[in-house]
């Protein structure tokens, strides 16, 4: 009985702090855009409304929406790392080496071809 009275009491509480927070935060939107923006690119100054609208816009294309992760929660890129991850626990030192070489050899730029060619040229 008394953690749902908590719960009731908390509701309100909640919505206040996050609209708050959203307040506070495009009140620092509009507040850099117009200190920052307007005399260093001569642009427009905005309003609350504007910069709240710039948050919102900022959020769909970079942050995406809760429930969009894909499988198991993770999102695309933290279910490849779990993955990997599994992959990475079952190999041994000597697989793990090679990994870790092929790697160095593909941010170096190095070809493929090259790399074949110094493995056959060492082999034989």
Known sequence: MKRRYWQVRAF???????????ALLSFIVMSLWNNILVSVLHIGVINFWQALGLLVLAKILFGGFPGWRGRHGYGHFGYRRKEMYEKWQTM?????EKFKQEWRDRCRGVRREEVDKKTNAGIE
């Not at 309100?12 to 959203?22: H, K, N, Q, R, S």
């Open 12 to 22: 309100p509480l909640i919505i206040l702090g996050v609209l708050a927070i959203v």
């Open 92 to 96: 041994t030192p000597e697989e793990r």
